[in-house]
């Protein structure tokens, strides 16, 4: 499975963004899609995550309410809507893919960088 992350940009505090995820290869062994964020001089904090055929979510609190995780499964694609946007929400943000036989998420994308202005 590989994952592509797009959609970052610069936004202000307050506004909105969707993040946008695709994945190729197989994805009938894939349990859960998430996506983590990473801050500069941070570690890696975990954001959301979404059963990949069941649909059920998982949210951080700090995200909880303002954030939205969603598929498309036909098209392979994994979405996070980013709503009322605080300068701490700024970070590398990937989407991951945790396949039924792991504990851990096993396949990483590329972060795609949202920056929030004050």
């Known amino acids: 499975v590989q994952l592509q992350g797009s959609g970052g940009g610069l936004v202000q505090a307050g506004d909105s963004l969707r993040l946008s995820c695709a994945a190729s290869?197989?994805?009938?062994?894939?349990?859960?899609m998430g996506w983590f964020r990473q801050a500069p001089g941070k570690g890696r904090e975990f954001v959301a995550s979404?059963?990949?055929?069941?649909?059920?979510?998982d949210y951080a609190d700090s995200v909880e309410g303002r954030f939205s995780i969603s598929t498309d499964i036909r098209k392979q694609m994994v979405f996070l809507q980013m709503n009322s946007v605080t300068p701490e929400d700024a970070a590398a943000y990937y989407c991951?893919?945790?396949?039924?036989?792991?504990?851990?998420?096993?396949?990483w994308g590329q972060g795609t960088q949202v920056t929030v202005s004050s």
């Open positions: 991951a893919a945790r396949s039924h036989w792991s504990d851990e998420y096993n396949f």
């Open positions: 290869g197989r994805m009938t062994g894939i349990y859960n």
């Open positions: 979404i059963r990949w055929r069941q649909g059920s979510t």
